[in-house]
């Protein structure tokens, strides 16, 4: 069963990466870059919302994602019994 | 006390303390020369990787760059950090989990192959040392503006210090010392900045002045935002708003991605991951080297901002003779000219270069006391030239703060290249001492020997750098796009694959690697040295410049990998069974003692 059970934390790791990432591409490319021109019509404070997320929001995203990330993965560990000891 | 004096007692403080550091934390076996004995604190390695990532580029580049080209510097602000999310969940962990001490010793092991191993060596070593010429060049142009010395004795400075601390204490040394070069260089970055936003906003924190409203001179809320303000203030001068780009959509993207993969297959950054005790440690310490990079990060566009609001309005149209002091200080320095075209007395300022190429003085000076210049003036209306390097540099002064401020800008300026070029040496020591000598020439060599041939490794690297740095190539600044698109193309996808992807084998990642490598190579040495004249979007390959041209040579290095691993047979079982291993946390303590 333990093999198992490893295949199965690999595999939640990977999802989990995937969810995050995705969210990593949006905010980035997507609202950085992509959508830039639209989102530049909203203005958010003194910020038009594209150049905010380019030049700051985007790098609040990602601090964000890593802290979930380092969270999610020690819940990991623990649930599939592989965290270090 | 005056701006000399304090500034010779910053600079000089902070290299006594460095080598405190050092002698305090000299090293005896290369397990802690390489990896500083793997049981640095994820809090410490975060600020040891922030200090090694920010080079001097980052601390008295980037906000002038950003001031000058608005929304399309977004993509150094992104490239540079996202690539810590790529590190934090696709690489960081599991190699740290694998246990070695270097970026070749992985790609050697994972892919059973010494020509994959010798392939990654030659990458690490060319990635470093065009990355660490910049760095030492960096510490010698500080020395030389704050400290009136010649740059050539700015660099030899510099390399004695990082001799000290780089070989005797090996990775441990670098650590310590980077986590106080760390505390200066945020301290000396965020000081200015705070005044500076208080100064023009009211607000304590930068990254909020920056969405903020601007004060008047009275400092009454005058109800205009200071991006809107911006964006008139540039768009009068002939240049396009700040908020939007210039570049293509297209170019943008690839230049991030390029970034954003680049730093996370760079082998300096990459190894201090292998400094932490365990797997967890691995991925926390990454959320806190991303939060001590962000301070400076989301603080470099708010000075940006401010900078350019505040030269423009205390600049343009005003007479020489009334300009604040800092203008002819920094005239003096050679980073402003001015040349009187209309001959009123006045300073204008327009879109595109008021002269051709960089001021040269006549030593004379003219009717209003300004340095007078031989160059060409061109024939539109803008009279001033001002280096990008002024908006950290000068923030001091422009913002009127005190004296101690401007010199600790000086011992910023230095902690930020030295700790970055420190970081580069030692990785470039143990691909020597480690992959070439200890894995592949000389594998009975003892660990004393080992330990030696990297501390003379780390010599004659800090030797071959400074060499660069005294008599830099024309090309470092051009380079740049080299490292990351290097690191991207070759680097990222292979780690990157070799641990998410257990059927990938040696055939594979060797012809990817060589592939993603020699396009990225050729592409960027065409465009900017073979034939600069062509290095225009519409002869780039689908509108894709040389610093963006990584990404497309990291696509083709997993296309032609995956392409030719499916032809050839899977890597042997032990080899899939330590890709099994890496992947859980447990038993990461063992695996490093080998």
Redo the contacts between chains.
Sequence with gaps: MKGKS?QD??KA??RL?AT??VI?FIV??GF???L??PL?TIH?????LG??F???G???A??V???V??WA??RL?REYD???? | MDIQLLTYLFVGGSFVLYIAIAIASRVGSTKEFYVAGGGVSPIANGAATAADWMSAASFISMAGIIAYSGYDASVYLMGWTGGYVLLAMLLAPYLRKFGKFTVPDFIGDRYYSNVARTVAVICVIFVSFTYVAGQMRGTGIVFARFLEVDVDIGVAIGMVIVFFYAVLGGMKGITYTQVAQYCVLIFAFTVPAIFLSIMMTGHILPQTGFGATLLDAAGNDTGVYLLTRLDQLVTELGFSAYTSGTKSTIDVFFITAALMCGTAGLPHVIVRFFTVPRVRDARVSAGWALFFIAILYTSAPAVGAFARVNLIETVDNTAYESLPQWFRNWENSGLIAWTDKNADGEVQMSAGDPFKGAPVYTGERGSHGERLLSNAPTDNPGEVYIDRDIIVLANPEIGNLPAWVVALVAAGGVAAALSTAAGLLLVISSAISHDLLKKQLKPDISEKGELLAARIAAAVAIVIAGYFGINPPGFVAQVVAFAFGLAASSFFPVILMGIFYKRMNKEGAIAGMLVGLIFTFSYIVYFKFVAPEMNTPEHWWFGVSPEGIGTLGMIFNFVVSLVVCRFTAPPPAEIQQIVEEIRVPRGAGAAVDH
Aim: no cysteine.
């Design positions: 490893r934390y690999w790791n990977v990466i995050l990432l990593w980035s490319y950085g870059v992509l830039v021109e530049n958010f404070f003194g910020f038009k150049f905010w380019a030049q700051q985007a790098i609040y990602f601090l994602l890593i802290v990330y380092a993965m020690n560990d592989v965290e270090e000891q």
